[in-house]
């Protein structure tokens, strides 16, 4: 078996009486594009947040390219980088100002720092206004920047919180190229999205978890050979998705129950 | 309309927007900290209501004695009083005030006159106009206990008063926010601002002697203040204890009719923003970094690469923050002009001037100007956090020990402490302000003992009890209630010792005395700040969800 880059054992995370992370047990080999699916509240937010040090565990331990995170938490965070839910931007600095912040505080020389965000920001079509205040930055605008400060280290993992939400198609299908090209290089990525047509086309492997537990995990491939298909076509990822999270009957009333709402206008 | 909509009455609109209000306030405290920013209120409030109640009674006092003895012209000056307050001081301390963004209502069908009561009902739920109702209240018991008569002119009289205040108040209210939302207007307001506040301190070098030429001046504008409402309310009070009730009406009148203009005014600014009109910064477009410098991000001044290169990012990211927030730079800049007003007041041209006496008090004087810079520059630093916004979630995720971040924002405010103290004492040198060798040697010693004592506790409120503040914005722009007195406490605590050190020079006939004390304090305050950085450092890592979710909202 190839060396796990992000390794948990029953990670578990409480907020008062919510569960939101259940003893979650989850092996991501380096160099695997990684899709981390769930529904709204699963915990997969909360789930990235404790892998990139944001938040701390209540119970279980978890090690990051074979460090353990919470005895060497500046080594880890130096090989990661991260888009954080928010994206966890300087609003008040410019784009290439804030690249420089960043590279710098992950240690790069000025000059790589310099000639990274320059490079990035031409990539990601922000250099045209550089005098720009981040917070004036249009939401995809945003993204795209989180993005470019979580590579400009050049980390080994790459943890990306719905990192295509508002970003044009034009831009997504770049980013997308960039990223299939890092994980080629043998960078781990570990990403969470709603687009489950995004997760299939990128990632080799997924997990999906349900209120706050794991409840499946592997290779595409294997998640298909674990789900009774229909006859006919293969199974797609929104099916496998479905029928692990979204078959318990009892979680939503039905939709005729909105018949007010659905029945002809008057 | 669809089915099952009914139209809600004014009522039944402003009554849930109370219930809204009482929701979100009493959310506020169930958070983390809440029971701490609970007790915080609470101590701040007792504390004010003690200042409010102080100054009512004294009012009060003064309605009776005007009333008793029939001098009813002078109630007039306690209506100035109460209407400056209230006006002046709602502007000061509109970042007390609570936070409602009304424009998150203009989504729902809400119609115009519920959004404009609400706003008037918002008015007397501020602090200060809370306090001023208790002010003039209190002039109408006064006026009451010494004439019984007199109640329900008076309650006429305070109900016109009270509704012009209001008016008046929220519409200087929405005007600044108009204008302080646009980034340019700021700055322009601000520099005005200084401008004035600066020639104001010619006018009475220039007025000197001149005195006896401009009283006809004034004895004819006199007359003009009867026309204005104080005078009128206090003018109503008087045609009623006289038994004039066409008068009364006159001037009662009189105070609909300066409230009229003022609610048609409100009614037209809020109109604009019912019709959907945007406050903000980028209404007038984005905001462009101006100059050469902001094209290169990655220049750095070359003191900063004396620093480790974490810690010289921080600081030059502080210094970048600073220049683009209005409010933080004007904070950073008004200890300067506060003592320059202070200073201008001493010497023979201006010898009526109010801070004369303290003056003259050379070493006193020096040592309370650069004290006084020293407690308003470092007042940021107990919320130290407050402009990072989202932004704090890099701090958490980079492969930084928050020891850095805290000595980088710790060294930008020592340089700009550093930067004020000398042009203070450049200031003080020039007017002749400048106290013997062990004066200024003290000073600098307890300078070198608070600064770090200050900021070592600072840094404690910072990381324990964060707020959020926003670029642009007045109100609800201030620091925790509990940072509030933690602040107030160790002020009050360091200045203490320092005013006994100082005490202890005079009683021993030793002026070195307090050079050798401060010295050692400072040792001391140092070595404590230094040890304290790791442990803050650990505490960062402990509170960094208090942080995160108090920042990122």
Known sequence: MSEAAILTENLTRRFGQLTAVDGLNLRVEAGHFFGFLGPNGAGKSTTIKILTGLLVPSSGRMEILGLDFAAHPIEVKRQIGVVPEGMGLFERLTGAEYLDFVGQMYGLDRVTTAKRAAELLDFMQLAERPKTLIADYSHGMQKKLALAAAVIHRPRILFLDEPFEGVDALAAGALKQLLARMAESGVTIFLTSHVLEIVERLCSHVAVIHRGRLVAQGSLQELRAGIAAPEGAPMTLEQIFVSLVGADPTARPPVEELSWLTESAP | ?553
């Open chain 2, 1 to 553: 309309m669809a089915d099952g909509i009914r139209s809600l009455t004014l009522a039944q609109e402003v009554a849930l927007l109370v219930r809204l209000r009482w929701r979100i306030l009493r959310n506020r405290f169930r958070g983390k900290n809440a029971a701490l920013e609970l007790i915080g209120l609470i101590i701040s409030g007792l504390f004010l209501g003690a200042l409010v109640f102080f100054f009512a009674f004294a009012l009060g006092e003064g309605a009776y004695f005007f009333t008793s003895r029939r001098e009813y012209p002078w109630l007039a000056v306690l209506f100035w009083g109460v209407l400056l307050f209230w006006q002046v001081f709602a502007v000061f301390f509109s970042g007390l005030t609570a936070s409602f963004d009304f424009h998150s209502l203009l989504r729902f069908p809400l119609r115009l006159r519920a959004f404009f009561v609400m706003n008037i009902a918002y008015g007397v739920a501020d602090p200060v106009a809370a306090a001023s109702v208790i002010l003039a209240s209190a002039i109408l018991l006064g006026i009451a206990m010494a004439q019984c008569s007199l109640v329900p002119a008076a309650l006429v009289v305070g109900f016109f008063f009270l509704l012009l205040n209001i008016l008046v108040e929220r519409c200087i209210g929405s005007l600044l926010e108009r204008l302080f939302a646009k980034r340019r207007t700021r700055e322009v307001f601000f520099a005005l601002f200084f401008l004035v506040m600066i020639s104001a301190q010619f006018t009475g070098p220039l007025l000197a002697g001149r005195q006896r030429a401009l009283l006809p001046w004034v004895q004819r504008l006199w007359p003009y203040l009867n026309i204005l409402p104080p005078s009128l309310a206090a003018s109503a009070l008087g045609a009623a204890a006289g038994g004039d009730s066409m008068l009364f009406a006159a001037n009662v009148a009189g105070l609909a009719g300066y409230a009229m203009p003022f609610a048609l005014l409100l009614w037209w600014r809020l109109s604009a923003q019912y019709r959907g009109e945007l406050i903000s910064d980028t209404e007038s477009g984005p905001v462009v970094v101006r100059g050469a410098k902001a094209s290169r991000a990655s220049s750095q001044p070359a003191i900063l690469r004396l620093l480790p290169g974490q810690v010289a990012v921080v600081v030059q990211k502080e210094f970048r923050y600073l220049l683009r927030n209005g409010m933080a730079w004007m904070n950073m800049v008004m200890p300067l002009v506060l003592v320059l007003l202070f200073a201008l007041q001493r010497g023979p041209a201006h010898p009526l001037g109010p801070f004369a006496g303290i003056a003259r008090a050379g070493d006193w004087f020096f040592r309370g100007a650069i004290g006084y810079v020293i407690l308003l520059v470092t007042a940021p630093a107990y919320n130290c956090f407050a402009f990072e916004g989202r932004g704090i979630q890099t701090l958490f995720t980079a492969p930084v020990r928050f020891r850095a971040v805290l000595l980088g924002k710790n060294l930008f405010l020592i340089g700009v402490l550093a930067a004020e103290i000398a042009a203070v004492m450049a200031l003080l040198h020039a007017r002749g302000i400048w106290p013997a060798l062990p004066g200024l040697l003290g000073t600098f010693a307890a300078a070198a003992y608070m600064i770090p004592a200050q900021l070592t506790v600072a840094n404690w409120a910072s990381l324990s009890f964060p707020r959020k503040l926003e670029f642009g914005k007045m109100r609800n722009q201030r620091a925790p209630w509990f940072t509030t007195l933690v602040t107030l406490g160790t002020t009050l605590a360091l200045g203490a010792s320092c005013a006994v050190v100082m005490l202890a020079g005079g009683w021993f006939g030793n002026p070195w005395l307090p050079v050798g004390v401060f010295l050692l304090l400072a040792g001391a305050a140092i070595g404590g700040y230094v040890a304290s950085l790791d442990a803050l450092s650990d505490l960062a890592e402990k509170k960094r969800e208090v942080l995160i979710d108090a920042l990122c909202r």
